[in-house]
């Protein structure tokens, strides 16, 4: 265990490092000068080449990178080029949001798709199982953008039920925990909680019906043991991989959000990333993309060494 | 049965024949793999001849017109926000949103291959340096490394296509490679390196016919994250340019209108949403159909 968490974590060093070198990249990808968008019409030769100094695009690849990777251990990511504010300010405050939101969203999904995935095993080929089956396919397959448009749609354009866009009453970007901003965050985290029902869905799905085909199961009939009990041990056998794949899945929806935040205005990071694309920010676009990957890879990092705690048969 | 066997021609490859022919067999007895399949032929032969069928012009709108409801005489879809004809726009648009959707899938089947294959074959050091690059662009959710590369490069369609097929390399040159290196221990093609065959034939003659059906069945599953993604680059105006004709940018346009005419403003939604669950099905059944586990 504490091997495999050792292995684990060095193999994750190498990733990390090639994660920075990709958002690096980013920036140097990116068609025109990187200093068009803060240099103004009219600028010098002169001043053109004193901010490029400044900004350190004068010097090689290898030189801007190793520069840039020392500011970012240190937790600077540079400045927005839209407001002037620190990007890592911009985006810690952000992150909150879209933490928020994929989290509720990923229980949601947990909850739901651990029903019809249990369903749908242990009813196999029944019409129950053709029932949840066929919800396990819709989450996967629907555009979620376009599903929460139409709970839109009908939740707030048609019977007013619920707030469209925004995370609380008058633009305001901080959660709370009240009744009013949580009415806000209905249709975002239940539009969100399609993707991670579907795929848990369809895991669980396959995990019951290969656990109920293994033959303890019988063991465990014979011995007259109730089919709540039965029922337990499967629940114990299903457990590691749903819930890793449910950690997964949290880690995809922070990545992913950006779609969902802006049909919304839930304003995270993937609003965030919206308005640095499409004001050119280049160094908040670079370091929300950054901060976001990194997640995703620790996040993967723990999931995988929990698993293996959690289920002695993994041994890698 | 055993007469029709015996009755061919000994050169024919009758074997792999055989697999395919049984192949397609039990994929035609797959009632919902052939409805879906019905269906994704019906909107790309629309697509393909939208100027014959398309009853308007998709570009040309009038203002007076805007926002028509479902139903009304001579908009039989209703019209969007400039006064377009939305079944028109629909049926062109498929052309557009299919060729999004389905060629990063193409390219990345191939070139996925080709890096998967590589690196499972040859093994030791080539594959860590390959395999370990892989997972460099593995660690990046799909959604957020399509939006970064898409973003940094600019709104367009051949970044868009660029950027999606860097997304979905990865996951299948990661297959490639499980299947290449389970394949490259066993006995015939040890007995063919013995017999002094050299890689390249043993890749071309055993193992090219063995891994690829795994791997183009892995691919198909692809495709309608690839739709929902391309679609959604559009959306949010990463990907084609107003005023032509796609879903997911017919979506963002329209989301203003969803107070005026909402069920006009979710159509080209249900198009994308209807192309990308037949993929699935097809793809389901063709999985079952080619009896590959994952």
């Given at each position: 265990m504490l091997g495999y968490s050792l292995r684990r974590i060095i193999y994750t060093a190498p990733v990390l490092f090639g994660v920075s070198v990709v958002c690096f990249a980013l920036v140097h990808i990116s068609p025109g000068d990187p200093l068009i968008s803060i240099l103004p019409a009219d600028a010098s030769v002169e001043l053109q080449n004193r901010l490029r100094t400044l900004y350190g695009f004068d010097r090689s690849y290898p030189e801007q990178f190793i520069l840039w990777l020392g500011r970012a251990l240190q937790g600077d990511l540079g400045t927005s080029i839209a407001t002037g504010r620190p990007v890592t300010t911009e985006v810690m405050r952000a992150v909150g949001n879209t933490l928020m939101l994929a989290a509720v969203a990923t229980a949601i999904g947990f909850v739901l798709g651990c029903f019809f995935g249990f369903v749908a095993g242990y009813f196999s080929n029944s019409p129950l199982d053709k029932a949840a089956s066929a919800a396990a396919v819709f989450g996967v397959s629907v555009p979620h953008y376009w599903l929460g448009m139409v709970l839109v749609i009908i939740f707030s354009a048609q019977l007013g039920w619920l707030p469209a866009a925004g995370a609380g009453p008058g633009g305001s970007s901080q959660w709370r925990f009240d009744m009013v901003h949580l009415s806000y965050m209905v249709l975002p985290a239940i539009t969100m909680s399609v993707i991670p029902m579907g795929i848990i869905a369809r895991t669980v799905r396959a995990l019951v019906a290969e656990i109920l085909a293994q033959e303890f199961v019988i063991g465990l009939r014979a011995r007259g043991l109730s089919e709540f009990g039965v029922f337990m041990h499967v629940v114990k056998n299903a457990a590691p991989t749903a819930l890793a794949v449910m950690g997964v899945q949290l880690g995809y929806l922070l990545g992913g959000s950006i779609l969902i935040e802006t049909v919304f205005s839930w304003p995270g990071t993937g609003m965030l990333l919206n308005s640095a694309i499409f004001q050119r920010d280049l160094p908040l676009l670079q370091g929300t993309i950054l901060v976001l990957a990194l997640f995703f890879v620790v996040l993967n990092m723990v999931v995988d060494i929990m698993q293996s705690a959690l289920d002695p048969r993994i041994k890698r | 049965m055993v007469d029709a066997t015996l009755s061919q021609p000994i050169l024919n490859p009758v074997r792999s024949a055989g697999y395919w022919q049984n192949v397609g067999k039990r994929l035609m007895r797959d009632k919902t793999a052939m409805a879906a399949a019905a269906v994704l032929a019906l909107i790309a032969l629309a697509a393909i001849f939208a100027p014959l069928i398309a009853p308007m012009d998709p570009l040309d709108g009038r203002l007076i017109n805007?926002?028509?409801?479902?139903?009304?005489e001579g908009h039989l879809l209703g019209t969007d926000e400039l006064g377009r004809d939305m079944l028109s726009r629909l049926i062109w648009g498929g052309r557009l949103s299919l060729l999004m959707g389905v060629t990063p899938v193409v390219l990345a089947f191939f070139l996925g291959s080709a890096i998967g294959i590589i690196a499972g074959y040859a093994g030791g050091w080539t594959n860590t340096l390959i395999m370990r690059t892989v997972d460099v662009f593995y660690a990046f959710p799909s959604v957020l490394l399509a939006v970064a590369l898409s973003g940094a490069l600019g709104a367009g369609l051949g970044n868009a296509l660029f950027s999606l097929t860097v997304v979905f390399i990865p996951p299948i040159a990661r297959v490639a490679e499980s299947v290449t290196t389970r394949l490259r221990s066993s006995d015939f093609i040890e007995a063919a390196r013995a017999s002094g065959a050299g890689a390249l034939t043993i890749v071309r003659v055993h193992v090219l016919g063995n891994v690829l059906g795994p791997i183009f069945v892995y691919a198909t599953s692809l495709i309608a994250v690839s739709m929902i993604l391309a679609s959604g680059l559009s959306f949010l105006g990463l990907g084609v340019r107003p005023p032509n004709p796609e879903w997911g940018l017919m979506l963002n346009t329209l989301r203003t209108a969803i107070y005026a005419q909402p069920w006009v403003a979710a159509l080209p939604g249900a198009m994308i949403f209807l192309v990308s669950i037949s993929f699935n099905m097809l793809s389901d059944g063709l999985r079952s159909a080619m009896e590959v586990r994952q």
């Open positions: - | 805007r926002l028509k409801p479902i139903g009304t």
